[in-house]
């Protein structure tokens, strides 16, 4: 059983970078089974999709993110990591990891997010 | 971009009570849909793939159906476990975008 879990500082100041790590048990980031995921959900708010990066290092973001997100791994530590950059208060949220993985129904493979972390709350404020 | 839609927003009932909620896409995504729980304080749990198929572990109260634009999540006799928000992910076409969530709560 896969399992996740964020860490990295709790506050970052605006124009800053925003850095999290995610440290993976259960499985390698070298698999090929998963894409390492990232969302983030506001305060109250509902959930966004950040993007993912998979093992041979392809990466996906989400557009409205991308002049900003850079995902990367570290297979020797068995993590991958978020850094988004030129923080604003909008970017206070609770930040998860989570896999996406592919199961097969009738024959047509759907991916899912099977498997998230406890998520880690990251405040911007100066 | 994908968009989906959820109704209702909010959504108050009863232990024993059979509930259904709605999703709604802005194009056609065949049945690229996941549902979602989420409890306060908690990450998200899948509860169904593929628009209507129970993920490993999930109770047989919860189904899901749909094809296309229009989906909907059914509890069929909900359980004090089961007062949380539900947000539905389309996964046809990246990015793979969620809707905006429906809170169930006690009447």
């Known amino acids: 059983q896969v399992q996740l879990q964020e860490s990295g500082p709790g506050l970052v100041k605006p124009s800053e970078t925003l850095s999290l790590t995610c440290t993976v048990s259960?499985?390698?980031?070298?698999?090929?089974?998963?894409?390492w995921s990232w969302i983030r959900q506001p305060p109250g708010k509902g959930l966004e999709w950040i993007g993912y990066?998979?093992?041979?290092?392809?990466?996906s973001y989400n557009p409205s993110l991308k002049s900003r997100v850079t995902i990367s791994v570290d297979t020797s530590k068995n993590q991958y990591s978020l850094n988004l950059s030129s923080v604003t208060a909008a970017d206070t949220a609770v930040y998860y990891c989570?896999?996406?993985?592919?199961?097969?129904?009738?024959?047509?493979?759907?991916?899912?997010?099977?498997?998230w972390g406890q998520g880690a709350l990251v405040t911007v404020s100066s | 971009d994908i968009q989906l839609t959820q109704s209702p927003s909010f959504l108050s009932a009863s232990v024993g009570d059979r509930v259904t909620i709605t999703c709604r896409a802005s194009?056609?995504?065949?049945?690229?849909l996941a549902w979602y729980q989420q409890n306060p304080g908690k990450a998200p749990n899948v509860l169904i793939y593929?628009?209507?198929t129970l993920q490993s572990g999930v109770p047989s109260r919860f189904s899901g159906s749909g094809s296309g634009t229009e989906f909907t999540l059914t509890i069929s006799s909900l359980q004090p476990e089961d007062f949380a928000t539900y947000y539905c992910?389309?996964?046809?076409?990246?990015?793979?975008?969620f809707g905006p969530g429906t809170k169930l709560d006690i009447k």
């Open positions: 989570a896999t996406e993985g592919t199961y097969f129904y009738d024959s047509t493979g759907y991916s899912l997010l099977d498997h």
């Open positions: 259960g499985d390698s980031v070298s698999s090929g089974l998963y894409y």
């Open positions: 990066i998979y093992s041979s290092g392809s990466t």
């Open positions: 194009q056609d995504i065949s049945t690229f």
């Open positions: 593929a628009a209507s």
């Open positions: 992910q389309q996964l046809n076409a990246y990015p793979p975008a």
